[in-house]
């Protein structure tokens, strides 16, 4: 059977999962929780299948054309971790794989309904951002044993950000007493810009024709909407756009009444976005900076050259070492490092997506 | 006098603590990424028109020619060099030394410190506390701890009086070390890429086929003699069947030293080719304007030995045994049949699908021409089962190697498995303490466990309570309960 298939089922289990986790957040209700999970798992099996299915394809399309490459050779190569939408894929299994392993350790489903959201808007994300979805053949740059350690590492980092993210944003709505607070407004920006970019590529899908599609990205993000040409229509968009964020920023705080009555503690969640950001960090510093590094070296005779993504990669590093100094050194606890958690994976976002569509650099393969 | 001295030593005391304070270090992260950030948007060591338009989509175009000397004279337009980014780098280690300095010997005393058995109520006080009662024998409850203690590699030390019997162990001291290796190395970082830049060099190298050179450049200007030659034998560029997408991109290079080839490697993209400290990458590749290069033939008559030639255009030559010749009439470096019309034309000027028109005269038959592609053999099987392989064009393109020298390359690799291992300990392993207190209790025997750790309490709760559970199987097992 084809990969497709798989995925697609992963795609409609985690959107369910989604719903359920919600619904469960709502009802509290045990069944619904374990529908939830079971779903979930259901997802990421058939997802695990699909990612094995289509290394063995890719496997076998390497190995074709390039009869001399040995097998663990042909294994490393096929690597389903080429392109922008093999490694969004890619995130969406760490994130549920990560998700899994925390709701077993504690014992929680409530996460889920923060966790899930993240992996929809991803899966979300490669349908409305027109990425090809076809095995494609390995550029010479990326043939090195290099390219799945350094992408395996830095995504599943890049997934426990993504969980303290949803750790921590849960815990600044529940310790906000007041929509007057500092962190619940910048929060309610951040959620916000969140859902009006995606909203605006949604819009940018329905209003383009299939081949446009293909180039969303680069050469009409947003231009439906907020970069319209037309100075009416953007300024609606903005207006729309502005009035959506006052609305989460007004309405957002009932996530807290929801997320009282259940038997989510802020300080569980502090300690998970935590313990995410603990597990992250070295699996980025190891994977993204210092394999990435080396490979330069070997693949350009320079480990370091302040290219987009590099200096991307150090500013996330920087923000995560901002959390981990902030909290062991000078003992913030809290809001203040929730806050640090959510700027870092704004920061992951941008190193991650921001730097491959908006800026160019060496690192450019991502943006197919 | 003294009091001179005395606000020496305040000021001193000052500096030290403001340059190993965390505050400095959070200012200087926050510096360093804002300009990091500018540095992403303006482009580097770009043509000034590129940032000129880039700044005048902010400032409008009258302003932005302003704006950007401005932003010029403060370094922003090859920012990663300016004095004051190299500068905060500087502070960076500075802090990161003066700070790991300061805190050093604090630790030390915490690792050195021998740790002592606790009293019931200093146990009490412990984050992790566990209590519980057997019937039992002293003896037998401090060997069942003992034994399952040894088990998970705890060293154990006892304090003995009448009636009670103190165990106390730790393990992962050595892990607070951690945290000051990780810092270490990102010191040794800064160290191997100042040797990089002092001692090493980057440069780039164009070859042509058959070319050879014994220096680099840095810049046209700025030649690098690299203390022997550098040939290269051919350039080519594989592709991916029916695809124009590149597979490889190879150069064969041959290292000449005292007129001897000493070394030759084909080398790839990840693949490159060392020789004496100095390192020569697959970087980029091109057509030679104007030149003309030799036709490279694989001919193989009917049961017969494969035979190469090296012709030029409008050259003529036989297939072995047969009478048949064939004479080089065209060359396109890439063919295509035109969707519509259904004529031959060339695509592109670099060489993605290189033909060769070949017109044959056959014994007893009429002329006729036919073209052979490079990337598709088959193009060559003739009749009567000879064939004419188009192997190569060469001589009209050059091979583009980036040249580096690296000496401070062992600083990065030995500092990147410190911080990978640091990272690691520091997060994932802990310094545990364990206390056990076991008194005769009347006929039972009084247990607490109490614990505390540097790191991951839950780790720790999880197992004290493992160990307790073992423990009191254990006892009760062997108390005949």
Redesign the interface.
């Known amino acids: 059977m084809s990969s497709s298939v798989f995925f697609d089922i992963s795609a409609g289990a985690y959107f369910a999962a989604m719903v359920t986790y919600i619904a469960y957040l709502v009802f509290r209700n045990k069944t619904i929780g374990l529908m939830a999970s079971a779903i979930t798992i259901f997802g990421f099996v058939s997802q695990s299948a699909a990612l094995i299915i289509r290394w063995i394809n890719s496997y076998h399309f390497w190995a074709?054309?390039?009869p001399a490459s040995g097998v663990v050779e042909s294994i490393l190569r096929a690597a389903p971790l080429r392109n922008l939408y093999e490694s969004l894929i890619f995130f969406v299994w760490s994130l549920i794989l990560i998700h899994l392993l925390i709701e077993f350790k504690y014992k929680n489903r409530s996460l889920g309904a923060f966790v899930t959201p993240l992996a929809a808007l991803a899966l979300l994300f490669i349908d409305i951002s027109g990425t090809s979805k076809e095995i494609?053949?390995l550029?010479?740059?990326l043939?090195?044993n290099w390219l799945l350690f350094h992408v395996l590492l830095s995504f599943l980092g890049y997934a426990a950000f993504g969980v303290s993210f949803g750790a921590a944003a849960a815990y600044i709505v529940m310790v906000t007493d007041s929509r007057k607070e500092k962190t619940y407004i910048f929060w309610s920006i951040i959620i916000g810009i969140f859902l009006v970019v995606l909203i605006g590529m949604g819009i940018d899908f329905l209003s383009l024709s299939a081949v446009q599609r293909a180039e969303l990205i680069q050469s009409h993000f947003l231009k439906t909407t907020l970069r319209s040409s037309s100075g009416g229509v953007a300024a609606v968009s903005w207006i729309v756009s502005i009035v959506f964020i006052f609305a989460i920023w007004q309405f957002g705080l009932r996530l807290k009444n929801i997320l009282a009555g259940l038997n989510l503690t802020p300080t569980m969640l502090d300690?998970i976005a935590y313990k995410s950001i603990?597990?992250g960090?070295?699996l980025f510093?190891?994977g993204g900076l210092?394999m990435g590094?080396?490979w330069a070296?070997?693949?350009?005779?320079?480990?370091?050259t302040?290219d987009?993504k590099e200096?991307?990669s150090?500013?996330t590093w920087?923000?995560y070492?901002?959390y981990l100094?902030?909290r062991f050194?000078?003992g913030w606890r809290g809001k203040r490092v929730a806050i640090l958690a959510v700027i870092g994976f704004v920061a992951v976002i941008f190193t991650y997506l921001g730097?491959n569509l908006v800026?160019s650099g060496l690192h450019a393969y991502g943006s197919g | 006098m003294e009091e001179k001295e005395k606000k020496k030593k305040d000021i001193f005391e000052s500096v030290w603590k403001f340059l190993a304070s965390v505050k400095l270090a959070i200012f200087i992260f926050i510096v360093l990424s804002i300009s990091s950030i500018i540095g992403t948007i303006v482009e580097q060591q770009a043509e000034p028109a590129k940032n000129i338009a880039l700044l005048a989509k902010f400032f409008g175009d009258s302003a932005a020619p302003t704006v950007y000397n401005v932003f010029a004279k403060l370094g922003f337009m090859d920012m990663y060099r300016s004095w004051w980014f190299i500068g905060l780098l500087l502070l960076f280690s500075i802090n990161l030394i003066v700070c790991s300095l300061d805190r050093f010997p604090k630790t030390w005393r915490l690792i050195k410190k021998p740790q002592k058995p606790l009293s019931g109520n200093a146990l009490n006080s412990l984050p992790i506390k566990k209590e519980l009662t057997f019937k039992s024998s002293l003896n037998i409850a401090k060997d069942e701890f003992l034994n399952i203690l040894h088990a998970s590699g705890y060293r154990v030390f006892e304090a003995s009086e009448s009636g009670s019997v103190r165990l106390y162990t730790q393990k992962g001291k050595y892990a607070r070390l951690a945290v000051y290796a990780v810092h270490l190395s990102i010191i040794l970082i800064f160290i191997g890429a100042i040797i990089g830049a002092r001692f090493g060099f980057g440069g780039y190298l164009n070859l042509r086929e058959g070319g050879a050179s014994n220096t680099a450049y840095k810049s046209p200007a700025e030649p690098i003699p690299l203390g022997f030659t550098i040939k290269c034998n051919w350039y080519d560029t594989l592709y991916y069947e029916g695809i124009d997408t590149p597979r490889e991109f190879q150069s064969e290079l041959v290292i000449i030293e005292d007129g001897k080839e000493v070394l030759k490697k084909v080398i790839e993209v990840n693949d490159p080719l060392t020789y004496k400290g100095i390192t020569f990458f697959q970087a980029s590749y091109g057509m030679i304007p104007d030149a003309t290069g030799y036709f490279v033939l694989d001919i193989t008559p009917d049961n017969g030995p494969e035979k190469r030639l090296w012709l030029k255009s409008g050259e003529t030559f036989e297939i072995p045994g047969t009478g048949i010749k064939g004479t080089i009439i065209d060359f396109s470096p890439a063919l295509t049949r035109d969707g519509n019309t259904g004529a031959l034309t060339t695509y592109s000027e670099s060489m993605v699908n290189p033909a060769v028109a070949i017109e044959f005269d056959w014994p007893g038959k009429e002329k006729f021409t036919g073209w052979i592609l490079k990337r598709y053999p088959e193009t060559g099987m003739l009749p009567g089962g000879h064939s004419v392989k188009f192997a190569d064009y060469w001589g009209v393109e050059y091979t583009g190697l980036q040249v580096s020298k690296d000496p401070g390359i062992w600083f990065i690799y030995i500092a990147s498995i410190i911080m990978a291992a640091g990272l690691y300990i520091c997060f994932f392993i802990s310094h545990k303490k364990i206390w056990i207190n076991i008194a005769d209790d009347k006929k039972s025997v009084r247990i607490v466990v109490g614990g505390s750790t540097s790191r991951n309490r839950l780790n720790l709760e999880n197992e004290i309570e493992k160990i307790v559970s073992h423990a009191a199987q254990a006892i009760e097992g062997r108390s005949g309960k």
């Open positions: 074709a054309s390039n494609q053949p550029i010479p740059a043939q090195s300690e603990a597990v960090f070295p510093t190891i210092i590094a080396i070296n070997s693949a350009w005779g320079k480990y370091w302040w987009p200096t991307w150090l500013i920087f923000v070492a901002l100094h902030a050194v000078r730097v800026l």
